[in-house]
């Protein structure tokens, strides 16, 4: 398939972004990249292509806009079927990899965001405390899901590994920033280990963006959502 | 070997429904069991504990939790019968990006129009209504947003049409007026009787929401 038929919207600081990536990465998928600086603006592109969120990623496929990372990723195991599946084949594991994927979005992002946008030190602990409860049902998953192979997927990375890899690169941003170690060998013994394969993958590697150009651009977050919380303030 | 299918619900929840609806699209013998969500069974705490909340699909001894997850589940495992998901990738993601959507905004706009007041519940009921006309434009001419038949979209939003006349007692205002297209489609959904059965009536929907009304202390 010619590079200019499918095209990525993104930005290197999404995790949500890096999840497409990935799951084109696993199917040699050759794409054209749009980096958005979105703390700045969007481009007219994303808002033709994403009116109702306008948000990253987008990934435009022969002009068809796909929005959302993890229809996003499901849309490129269906269309790419000969490279290696993303999406186990039986229903149930199905279920199982979608349910911890949702549970990923709903328990451990909005602490982990709420961390990064926090401005008294209360509210860093707080999420903190949250993420960390977050990951003790994910340690117990691990084991159910991989069935004593190297990934939640098997053999192979699958969705609920891309669902929650993503997102290693600002755990290691907080790990250093907060001076803890939210995967470590007493409570998450599994996913320390895995977090290690998965980042050495070949998919995966060229991604994850470096933890101090990370954590740089993470000093302008907490601003940012002050400036955002006075500008929706202002217009209710 | 016979299916033994289990359904842990409560019968105002419109996540309930969505499964309902997708067990009777596809003719699926089930057994329906009612939770009292103050009291919750020792097997519903066993089949979802992360979450401890309805539905639950029970397949064959195995939970499935959360009701976009159980739907699809439904469609993939019960092939042959009522497509619930077109098979074209994009079609699918569209139909996925729009189940998302109404996941993300009906039910908790919903909830804000009848359990607020004043200011918040004008600003709830404003988004509510803006949300409704999207998914009115999505929906377009067609009969079903699955097309000719009943498909996913539609699945995941018709619950919702019971709870619209508790929305708008509370909020004081008519969806009929604002987004006719919709009213329509819901009326055409409910022709169906997969639709129709598994769907409480709206009055006892809005008998229900007084009496939470009342033990919240919202007047």
């Known amino acids: 398939m010619a590079k200019s038929d ?25 794409y054209e990249y749009q980096e ?43 269309v790419w079927s000969s490279g290696p599946s993303i999406l186990p084949s039986d229903p149930y594991d199905r279920a199982t990899s979608r349910f911890w994927s949702a549970y990923i979005d709903d328990k451990w992002f909005p602490p982990m965001i709420a961390f990064l946008f926090a401005q008294e030190e209360d509210a860093k602990k707080a999420a903190i405390a949250q993420m960390e409860e ?49 995967l470590n060998e007493t409570k998450t013994p599994s996913l320390l280990k895995w977090a290690e394969r998965f980042s050495s993958d070949t998919a995966v590697k060229e991604l994850i963006p470096d933890t101090d150009k990370l954590a740089e651009f993470g000093k302008a977050l907490p601003e940012f959502g002050k400036a955002l919380q006075a500008k929706m303030r202002a217009n209710n | 070997m016979a299916d033994e299918v289990i359904l842990l619900d409560f019968w105002p929840s419109p ?75 994009c079609a699918r993601a569209q139909s996925r990006f729009w ?44 009969h079903y947003f699955g097309g000719s038949n009943l498909g996913y979209v539609d699945v995941v939003f018709v619950p919702f049409y019971t709870w619209f006349h508790a929305y708008e007692q509370c909020g004081n205002f008519s969806i009929e007026a604002e987004c006719p297209k919709i009213i329509a489609w819901a009326k055409r959904c409910m ?8 769907l409480p009536d709206h009055e006892k929907v809005y008998g229900f929401v007084l009496e939470l009304k009342k033990k919240f202390g919202i007047e």
């Open chain 1, 6 to 30: 499918v095209k990525l919207l993104g930005a290197w600081t999404s995790p949500f972004v890096m999840r497409a990536r990935i799951a084109l990465n696993i199917k040699s998928v050759d």
């Open chain 1, 36 to 78: 958005e600086n979105w703390l700045v603006s969007k481009s007219e592109l994303l808002l033709k292509s994403n009116p109702i969120h306008k948000k990253v990623p987008v990934l435009i496929h022969a002009d068809n806009p796909i929005c959302e990372s993890l229809i996003i990723v499901q849309y490129i195991d269906e």
């Open chain 1, 134 to 182: 977050s990951l003790v049902p994910l340690e117990e998953a691990f084991g159910k899901c991989s069935k004593g192979k190297a990934f939640f997927g098997g053999d192979r990375i699958g969705f609920l590994d891309i669902a929650f890899g993503c997102f290693l690169g600002w755990l290691r941003v907080i790990e250093k920033v907060g001076g803890i170690e939210l």
């Open chain 2, 15 to 89: 996540f309930g429904m969505r499964v309902r609806i997708a067990l009777a699209e596809k003719g699926i013998k089930y057994e329906y069991k009612e939770e009292d969500l103050r009291n919750k069974s020792p097997l519903l705490l066993q089949m979802n504990p992360i979450h401890k909340k309805i539905p639950v699909l029970v397949h064959n001894g195995k939970p499935i939790c959360e009701s976009l997850i159980q739907v699809q589940y439904i469609d993939e495992v019960w092939k042959g019968k009522a497509s619930l998901l077109p098979s074209d990738p």
């Open chain 2, 99 to 142: 189940a998302d959507y109404v996941d993300k905004k009906i039910y908790d706009l919903g909830r804000k129009i009848w359990m607020c007041k004043g200011e918040e519940q004008e600003a709830s009921t404003k988004e509510f209504i803006e949300c409704l006309k999207v998914l009115e434009a999505e929906l377009g001419d067609r």
């Open chain 2, 191 to 198: 022709q169906k009787e997969s639709v129709s059965k598994s």
